[in-house]
Nanobody, 123 residues
Framework: QVQLVESGGGLVQAGGSLRLSCAASGRTFVRYAMGWFRQAPGKEREFVSAISWSGGNTNYADSVKGRFTISRDNARNTVYLQMNSLKPEDTAVYYC????????????????WGQGTQVTVSS
């Protein structure tokens, strides 16, 4: 069982940066691939980025490539999403997820989810 708590969301102007964190409970964090998804109002949840248990493999949605960077610190049971050059279309609730499979792009590959953190980018 893994519990995930996201933090770091907020309001930022277009072009700004935020760093999201996802703290995981449980001793088996290192065994999980981790992903970030987001859901904007009226839209379906979409994949943003994912990282393997070792950090050696990463995936990014085309819409965030070159702007977002995912990383993890297994000693701290934490995964991060550094978001730079933010755009108004990045506005969404961002969710952290953990799964044994991955780093996949489908939400079906993840077993545990956090409650989400709001990111709002003003123009």
């Amino acid at each position: 069982q893994v519990q995930l708590v996201e933090s770091g969301g907020g309001l930022v102007q277009a072009g700004g940066s935020l760093r999201l964190s996802c703290a995981a409970s449980g001793r088996t964090f290192v065994r999980y691939a981790m992903g970030w998804f987001r859901q904007a109002p009226g839209k379906e949840r979409e994949f943003v980025s994912a990282i393997s248990w070792s950090g050696g493999n990463t995936n990014y949605a085309d819409s965030v490539k070159g702007r977002f960077t995912i990383s993890r610190d297994n000693a701290r049971n934490t995964v991060y999403l550094q978001m730079n050059s933010l755009k108004p279309e990045d506005t969404a609730v961002y969710y952290c997820a953990a799964g044994f499979r991955g780093p996949g792009v489908s939400s079906k590959e993840y077993d545990y989810w956090g409650q989400g953190t709001q990111v709002t980018v003003s123009s």
